[in-house]
């Protein structure tokens, strides 16, 4: 069994930065990337970013890009979210994930395992 443990969420305030990280444990997970999605109801859950395995590959919401970064780490697979500049549309749960990337990075439909969530949230 797939295990996803998502870390580091809490408050902050707008301008400020947070960073996540998500251990996979247990069974290796089925796919060639890990990466965050995150949902804020009633919106749709949406992915945030993500990284291939190979370290070099990452994909970005075009909400993020130039604000957040991934990482991930393919010995210990651990990937992490760093978020600066953060603001009140940010705010949200974010999602541990890990599946099979695509052209278009990591879709709910790609998604082999899901973390529990963690909350983010943004103060004005």
């Known amino acids: 069994q797939v295990r996803l443990v998502e870390s580091g969420g809490g408050s902050v305030q707008a301008g400020g930065s947070l960073r996540l990280s998500c251990s996979s444990t247990?069974?290796?997970?089925?796919?060639?990337?890990m990466g965050w999605f995150r949902q804020a109801p009633p919106k749709e859950r949406e992915g945030v970013a993500a990284?291939?395995?190979?370290?070099?590959?990452?994909y970005y919401a075009a909400s993020v890009k130039g604000r957040f970064t991934v990482s991930l780490d393919v010995i210990k697979n651990i990937v992490d979210l760093e978020m600066h500049s953060l603001n009140a549309e940010d705010t949200a749960m974010y999602i541990c994930?890990?599946?099979?990337?695509?052209?278009?990075?990591?879709?709910?439909?790609?998604?082999?395992?899901w973390g529990q969530g963690i909350q983010v949230t943004v103060s004005p």
């Open positions: 994930a890990a599946g099979w990337c695509t052209a278009a990075g990591l879709t709910t439909a790609g998604v082999t395992a």
């Open positions: 990284m291939a395995r190979g370290g070099v590959t990452s």
């Open positions: 247990g069974n290796m997970y089925r796919g060639n990337c």
